[in-house]
C-alpha cells in the first residue's frame, strides 16, 4: 500500500472498473479534453491491458510494484516505463525537439525514414540483447563514413508468440539471419526504425552502404518520407512509430497476461525508454 492508501486491490479494482487513474485526471487537466495526441487512446488502452496483466495473481511481486508505479505516475513521480502513455508521450517531446533540431534547413530529400532488422532471437532476452550489442557499432562505422550524417531512432521489440506465421518477405529474412520460421518458438525481433538526416550524400548510396553492413535479404529499408505530408507531420508521426509498444497479439485479445508481462520485461531489461533502445548518432 502506498502512503495515499493506495493498493494492489485499489488498481485491480479500478482497472476491472474501467474507471480512470490519478494519472489520467492529471493529463485532462493540464491537456483539456485529456486526448495529448491522435494515438492517446490507442496507447492508453494497451498501457490499462499491460496493468491487468501486472497485477494478474500470478504475476511477480517485482511486476505488480511495476504497476503501482506505472498507475501512480505523475509529474512529480515519473514511471518511465515503456507501457505508460504519458512518459511515452514526454520521451515524443524530447526526442521531436531533437529531430526538428537535426532537420533545420533541410530539404525533404536529405531526410529518410530507416529500419533495420537486426536479427531474430528464439533464446530470450539476452540473445536479443546480444543482437543488439552487436548491431550498433556497425550502424555507428556504417554512418562515419560520410561526415555529416545524424540519426534518431529506437530499437522496437517485435515479440511473435509461438503458432505466429511470417509472410513470405519476413520469413525470407529470418532465414538468412539463421532464425527459426516455422512460428514452433516465440521470437524476439528487435529492430530499429529510426529519422536520418542526410544533406551530403544521396538516400541511394546510404540505402547502399547501410545494406553492405547488414547484409541479408530485405534487411534494411531507407525510404523517403511520406510525400502526402509535410515535414513536420512526418517527423511527428515517425518520432512516435516506434514508441507503439503494441502487444504481441497486436490488440487481439488473444496473448495470455504472462505473455504481455513478458513483452514489457524485454522493453525493461534493456533500459525501458531511455536505456539502449535509444538510439542516436551525430545530434
Ligand atoms: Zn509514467
Redesign the pocket.
Known amino acids: 500500500m502506498t502512503a495515499s492508501g493506495r493498493s494492489l486491490p485499489w488498481l485491480r479494482d479500478k482497472l476491472r472498473q474501467g474507471h480512470p487513474l490519478p494519472k489520467d485526471k492529471w493529463v485532462e487537466k493540464v491537456h483539456g479534453n485529456g486526448e495529448i495526441h491522435s494515438f492517446h487512446w490507442r496507447d492508453q488502452r494497451f498501457e490499462r491491458r499491460t496493468l491487468l496483466a501486472l497485477t494478474d495473481l500470478t504475476a511477480r511481486r517485482s511486476e505488480k510494484n511495476s504497476a503501482m508505479r506505472?498507475a501512480l505516475?505523475l509529474p512529480s513521480h515519473?514511471?518511465?516505463?515503456t507501457a505508460?502513455y504519458?512518459?511515452k508521450h514526454l520521451y515524443w517531446t524530447k526526442v521531436r525537439a531533437k529531430a526538428a533540431a537535426a532537420s533545420a534547413g533541410l530539404r525533404r530529400c536529405e531526410m529518410s525514414f530507416l529500419t533495420i532488422i537486426f536479427g531474430a532471437a528464439y533464446l530470450g532476452i539476452p540473445q536479443a540483447e546480444q543482437m543488439i550489442d552487436d548491431a550498433l557499432p556497425v550502424l555507428a562505422r556504417a554512418l562515419r563514413w560520410k561526415c555529416g550524417i545524424k540519426l534518431i531512432g529506437r530499437v522496437e521489440l517485435d515479440y511473435l508468440l509461438r503458432g505466429h506465421t511470417l509472410k513470405r518477405d519476413k520469413r525470407r529474412t529470418f532465414a538468412t539471419l539463421g532464425a527459426p520460421t516455422e512460428g514452433d518458438v516465440p521470437l524476439l525481433v528487435p529492430h530499429l526504425h529510426a529519422l536520418v538526416f542526410h544533406s551530403r550524400i544521396e538516400r541511394r548510396l546510404l540505402r547502399l552502404k547501410l545494406s553492405r553492413h547488414f547484409p541479408g535479404y530485405k534487411r534494411v529499408n531507407l525510404k523517403c518520407l511520406h510525400a502526402d505530408k509535410t515535414i513536420e507531420e512526418n517527423l511527428d508521426r515517425l518520432v512516435r512509430y516506434p514508441l507503439k509498444f503494441l502487444p504481441p497479439d497486436h490488440g487481439q485479445g488473444t496473448a495470455t497476461s504472462a505473455e504481455l508481462r513478458f513483452g514489457l520485461r524485454a522493453n525493461e531489461e534493456l533500459g525501458g525508454l531511455h536505456g539502449k533502445l535509444h538510439v542516436e548518432f551525430g545530434v
Not at 515519473?78 to 516505463?81: A, L
Open positions: 506505472i505516475c515519473r514511471c518511465g516505463s505508460c504519458y512518459c
